[in-house]
C-alpha cells in the first residue's frame, strides 16, 4: 500500500501482518515473497523500497512473522 499521509493514529496502532518499510510504504507481510536490503518482492511480483531507517525494523518483522 502507498500512503501520502501518516497520521499519528496509523503509525502507532497495531498493523497486524502490516509493517511501515519506507516512508510512503506498507507492506503486507503475508505476500513478501523476497527480501534484501534494498526491498521487498512481493507475491504480484511489485518491488517495495525498505529505507535504511526502516531496515532493521521491517528485518525483524520478518522474522517474528515468518517464525509464527
Request: glycine content about 2%.
Given at each position: 500500500i502507498e500512503v501520502c499521509d501518516w497520521s499519528s493514529d496509523v503509525c502507532s496502532s497495531d498493523?497486524?501482518?502490516?509493517?511501515?518499510?519506507?516512508?510512503?510504504?506498507?507492506?503486507?507481510?503475508?505476500?513478501?515473497?523476497?527480501?534484501?536490503?534494498?526491498?521487498?518482492?512481493?507475491?504480484?511480483?511489485?518491488?517495495?523500497?525498505?529505507?535504511?531507517?526502516?531496515?532493521?525494523?521491517?528485518?525483524?518483522?520478518?522474522?517474528?512473522?515468518?517464525?509464527?
Amino acid at each position: 500500500i502507498e500512503v501520502c499521509d501518516w497520521s499519528s493514529d496509523v503509525c502507532s496502532s497495531d498493523l497486524g501482518s502490516f509493517v511501515r518499510c519506507h516512508k510512503s510504504y506498507l507492506a503486507n507481510m503475508e505476500h513478501v515473497v523476497q527480501a534484501s536490503a534494498d526491498g521487498l518482492v512481493m507475491d504480484c511480483d511489485e518491488a517495495v523500497p525498505i529505507s535504511q531507517r526502516q531496515y532493521r525494523t521491517v528485518r525483524d518483522a520478518l522474522r517474528s512473522f515468518s517464525a509464527s
